[in-house]
Structure formats: C-alpha cells, structure tokens
C-alpha cells in the first residue's frame, strides 16, 4: 500500500461486513503493516464465539458491501487545467493591461503546493528550494496559496466571478498590479482524497 496519493496516516482497526480487525501492530503507518488478519499476533478479531458478531453487526448498519470506484488518474490533473484556464480568462477580464503569464513559474508552483500536501501529510519531501530561486529572479514577487476543497461538483468550473476559486483570486486583488511589465503566475492542484463515488 506505498502510495503518495493515500491521504490515510494510520490505520487502528479494518473492518467488513463480517469481522472488525484491531491493529496490534508496533506500527499504524499504513505503508508498513501487515495484512495478513488471518494472523493473530498482527491482528485481533473483534467478534469471537463469546462476542457473536450477529447481536452487534445489524445494528452496526453494515449490512451492504462498500464499493470503491477510482477515478481516471487524469481526471484531477485535467480538472486542474479547466481551473487554470477559468482563472486566466476572468484574471485578463479583470485587468485592463495586457497579462503575461510566465509558464515556467506556474510549474514551479504546481510542484512546490504538490510538496506542500504531501509536508502537511506528514510525508518526507526532496527540501527542494524552487520557491528560494523564484525570489531570486523575480525580487518583487507577490502572491500566497489559496487553499479551497473542491468536493467535485461543476461550481468550480464555472467560468463566472460568482465561481468560488475566481471569486478567491480577485478578492487576492493582485490583478490590480498597474505595471504593464508585470509578470504573472498561476497554479492549480487538486491532491485528490479518495472516497469520491462518481
């Protein structure tokens, strides 16, 4: 189970509609356990003759099996796009100079708020100083993260100021930088938190 895009940090018991499993376990990290919960001395079955599950499971309410549908490992990277698209359109509408948008920049960001889920997570992450060299090109930089969850729906797509993430951006008021040589740099990621049911 060593996947970076598992927002799970520790894992205490595993269950099923049949049996609930205790992590006896040194660790919880869920890239390190054994799942093995045939194995007594890693895992301890909740229910046991002396505990029937049949006086606990019905009224736990876990009668039906949970399905797990994965989204399209591009589906969050393409939607991310869509959002970038909508910022730059609303931003040149809001800004009565021309815009020049600087790409590499917006990589370099991408990456850099990528790295700052997977540090909030928990997750060791190359200490890499992109940030550092952006300043040290551009000395006058200005801009923060914004930071909104997006639980999928078509709000964040609409190319409207009534748009949550545009409205976000145009209350950061950077569009009102009158220099007309001014540069601009944009990124959106969504770190997808699986458990969406589309």
């Known amino acids: 189970m060593p996947d970076a ?5 520790s894992v205490g018991c595993v269950f099923d509609n049949s049996q609930i499993w205790v992590n ?13 919960f045939e194995n007594r001395k890693l895992w301890k079955p909740f229910f046991t003759p002396k505990w029937d599950k049949s006086r606990y499971i019905e009224t736990m309410g876990i009668t ?3 399905h797990y549908f994965e989204m399209p490992g591009d589906y969050y990277i393409i939607r991310a796009q869509k959002m970038e698209r909508i910022i730059e ?3 040149r ?4 100079l021309p815009t020049r948008w600087d790409l590499g920049i917006c990589k370099i960001l991408r990456d850099c708020l990528f790295n700052f889920e997977l540090h909030k997570q928990g997750k060791t992450i190359d200490k890499s100083n992109d940030i550092e060299k952006v ?3 551009y000395d006058g930089m200005y801009g923060f993260p914004l930071n909104l969850a997006d639980s999928g729906d078509d709000d964040f797509l609409k190319n409207s100021d009534k748009n949550p993430i545009v409205s976000a951006v145009k209350n950061t008021a950077v569009h009102e930088n009158e220099n007309p040589t001014a540069r601009f740099a944009r990124a959106v990621v969504i770190y997808p938190y699986h458990n969406k049911n589309r």
């Open 5 to 9: 895009l598992c927002p799970l940090m």
């Open 24 to 36: 006896i376990q040194i660790t919880h990290d869920p890239s390190k356990l054994d799942y093995q």
């Open 64 to 66: 039906n099996k949970l």
């Open 89 to 91: 359109h609303r931003f």
């Open 93 to 96: 509408n809001w800004r009565h």
């Open 135 to 137: 300043r040290d090109i």
